[in-house]
C-alpha cells in the first residue's frame, strides 16, 4: 500500500499573497493530479503530470502554477490568492492510465 | 471536451432500500471510477470499473462502454452510506480525468 499527503492541512492567506500547496506520495504513481473542489460542488482539474518535469493544464489552470520535480511530489502555487476565496485542493496519484487515489485534502482560507 | 453527468443530483431513502446511481458521458470511457465523499472528508475510491460488472461488498457497479454509462448500485442501504457519490472518466490515451457534479445521498432510519 501506500499513501498521499498533502501539506499544509489548512492554509490561510492575504488576498495578493502568492501560497504553495504540497503532495507527496510514495505509490510510485507516473501521474499526479491537482484538484479545486468549492464547498458543496465537484472537482475540476487544475494542472496534471505524467511524469516527471511534465505538466499538463487542465480546466482551472489559470491564476495557478505547477511544479513537479521529482516523480513522488507535485505542487501547486496560487499566484494570487483571491479575497474571499474558500477551497479545497485535493491532490491524487495514479499508474499510467488507472485507478486514482486521494490525499486528504488543503483547506483555503483567503482574509 | 469530455463531460460527465450524474443523477440523481440527490437522492433520499429509507434505512434498509437500495440505491441506483448513475453516470453518463459524453465520450468512450476508458477509466471510470466511483468515490465517495462525506462532508468535509476527502475522496475514497469505491470502485474501478471501465467495464462489464464489478462488486465490493454491498456495491455493484455496472459500466456499458458502447452505451457511454456506469451505474452503481447500494444494496441493503445504511445511514452511514449517507455523502456524496462521484463518477469521473477518462478516454482512449487521455489522462485527463473529468468528474460528475456527484449525487447526494441521504439515508434516514
Known amino acids: 500500500g501506500g499513501i498521499i499527503t498533502q501539506t499544509p492541512k489548512f492554509l490561510i492567506g492575504q488576498e495578493g499573497q502568492k501560497l504553495t500547496l504540497k503532495c507527496q506520495q510514495n505509490?510510485?504513481?507516473?501521474?499526479m493530479y491537482w484538484y479545486r473542489q468549492d464547498s458543496g460542488k465537484g472537482l475540476r482539474l487544475i494542472y496534471y503530470?505524467?511524469?516527471?518535469?511534465?505538466?499538463q493544464k487542465g480546466d482551472l489552470s489559470e491564476g495557478y502554477d505547477a511544479s513537479r520535480e521529482k516523480k513522488s511530489s507535485f505542487s501547486l502555487t496560487v499566484t494570487s490568492a483571491q479575497k474571499n476565496e474558500m477551497a479545497v485542493f485535493l491532490c491524487?496519484?495514479?499508474?499510467?492510465?488507472?485507478?486514482?487515489?486521494f490525499g486528504p485534502g488543503t483547506r483555503l482560507t483567503v482574509l | 471536451g469530455q463531460q460527465v453527468q450524474q443523477s440523481p443530483a440527490s437522492l433520499v431513502l429509507q434505512e434498509g432500500e437500495n440505491a441506483e446511481l448513475q453516470c453518463n458521458f459524453s465520450?468512450?470511457?476508458?477509466?471510470l471510477q466511483w468515490f465517495y465523499q462525506r462532508p468535509g472528508g476527502s475522496l475514497v475510491s469505491l470502485l474501478y470499473?471501465?467495464?462489464g460488472t464489478k462488486h465490493t461488498g454491498r456495491l455493484t457497479s455496472t459500466t456499458v462502454t458502447k452505451e457511454r454509462r456506469s451505474s452503481l448500485h447500494i444494496s441493503s442501504s445504511q445511514i452511514t452510506d449517507s455523502g456524496t457519490y462521484f463518477c469521473?472518466?477518462?478516454?482512449?490515451?487521455?489522462?485527463?480525468?473529468?468528474f460528475g457534479a456527484g449525487t447526494k445521498l441521504t439515508i434516514k432510519p
Open positions: 469521473a472518466m477518462a478516454n482512449y490515451g487521455n489522462e485527463k480525468i473529468t
Open positions: 505509490f510510485n504513481h507516473d501521474t
Open positions: 470499473n471501465p467495464s
Open positions: 503530470s505524467i511524469t516527471e518535469n511534465d505538466l
Open positions: 465520450s468512450t470511457a476508458t477509466q
Open positions: 491524487a496519484s495514479s499508474i499510467k492510465l488507472g485507478e486514482q487515489y
